[in-house]
């Protein structure tokens, strides 16, 4: 093999672990974010007519600064069950 095509898979390969890194790092909470998320779950059963039907769909929770994104199913008022995702500010 000569030199180039050593030096490009070199490179390939660098650049596919950085994207592994930057891609296993972004999916990480901080205790500073859980507890961000326990606080905006607590806000969200003062809200909904039915807390015990709530069903929080977690894989869909993100935090973007002291923005907490929810997504929740919760029984309305006729008993219907709806889904609806929810921005809570919390400090």
């Known amino acids: 093999m000569n030199d180039q095509i050593k030096a490009f898979?070199?490179?390939?390969?660098?650049?596919?672990?950085g994207l592994l890194m930057v891609g296993c790092n972004?999916?990480?909470s901080t205790n500073d974010d859980i507890d961000k998320i326990i606080k905006a779950k607590a806000v969200v059963?003062?809200?909904?007519?039915?807390?015990?039907?709530l069903d929080f769909h977690d894989?869909?929770?993100?935090?973007?600064?002291?923005?907490?994104?929810?997504?929740?199913?919760a029984s309305n008022a006729f008993g219907v069950e709806e889904?609806?995702?929810?921005?809570?500010?919390?400090?």
């Open 9 to 17: 898979i070199l490179c390939t390969l660098a650049f596919l672990a």
């Open 26 to 28: 972004t999916n990480r």
């Open 45 to 53: 059963r003062t809200m909904v007519n039915y807390p015990d039907s």
């Open 59 to 73: 894989m869909k929770t993100r935090v973007i600064g002291n923005k907490v994104y929810l997504t929740f199913t």
């Open 83 to 91: 889904t609806h995702t929810v921005d809570i500010d919390v400090n």
